[in-house]
T-cell receptor, first 112, second 111 residues
Framework: EDKVVQSPLSLVVHEGDTVTLNCSYE??????LLWYKQEKKAPTFLFML????IEKKSGRLSSILDKKELFSILNITATQTGDSAVYLC????????????FGTGTRLKVLA | KAGVTQTPRYLIKTRGQQVTLSCSPI?????VSWYQQTPGQGLQFLFE???????NKGNFPGRFSGRQFSNSRSEMNVSTLELGDSALYLC??????????FGSGTRLTVV
């Protein structure tokens, strides 16, 4: 059965800390892995990863994919209270009944 | 540019009723996907439409159906509502080459 597992489930840090969020997956016919940030309702797109070992960066956020070990990490450096959100990992698979399989997310709370 | 628009934003229905939710994608996006989000199950894929055709379907019962119109707008229908259908229903659109852009969702409460 296809699955995406995120860890930790929740995390509380102080402003300025660096956090690493993990996403591991087991899917048939992997195509891409995506990270989203969900603050209230609509998740907002962060990164799409398709190739192993190539880091994607956007400001203080970065992410990398390891297709051999079947996982991805999302790093946030110098965290701010505005980074508080649920971070979702989703894997796109090209076969089976599912298109995108989402993890249940990591809830990050950044304290001032 | 306008984002993904979902209507209504909130809905309360009773068991056994049916409901139709609407999603207008970003202009130029031809792919529309629907997701159900509940606290216990996270975000679960319902189905995806592309050019008026259902391209992928998740593992939901036949009470959940959808369609896409020629202008890419999509509707999702749930018949014979059950209490467990209470959730946030999210629609997302994509041009196909990058990640999806989500709407703000429709919060459905079944009583």
């Amino acid at each position: 059965e296809d699955k995406v597992v995120q860890s930790p489930l929740s995390l509380v840090v102080h402003e300025g800390d660096t956090v690493t969020l993990n996403c591991s997956y087991e899917v048939t016919n992997f195509r891409s892995l995506l990270w989203y940030k969900q603050e209230k309702k609509a998740p907002t797109f962060l990164f799409m990863l398709t190739s192993s070992g190539i880091e994607k960066k956007s400001g203080r956020l970065s992410s990398i994919l390891d297709k051999k070990e079947l996982f991805s990490i999302l790093n946030i450096t110098a965290t701010q209270t505005g980074d508080s959100a649920v971070y979702l990992c989703a894997v796109e698979a090209t076969s089976g009944t599912y298109k995108y399989i989402f993890g249940t997310g990591t809830r990050l709370k950044v304290l001032a | 540019k306008a984002g993904v628009t979902q209507t209504p934003r909130y809905l309360i229905k009773t068991r056994g009723q049916q409901v139709t939710l609407s999603c207008s994608p970003i202009s130029g996006h031809r792919s529309v996907s629907w997701y159900q989000q509940t606290p216990g199950q996270g975000l679960q894929f319902l189905f995806e439409y592309f050019s008026e055709t259902q391209r992928n379907k998740g593992n939901f019962p036949g009470r959940f159906s959808g369609r896409q119109f020629s202008n890419s707008r999509s509707e999702m229908n749930v018949s014979t509502l059950e209490l467990g259908d209470s959730a946030l229903y999210l629609c997302a659109s994509s041009r196909g080459t990058e990640g999806y852009t989500f709407g703000s969702g429709t919060r459905l409460t079944v009583v």
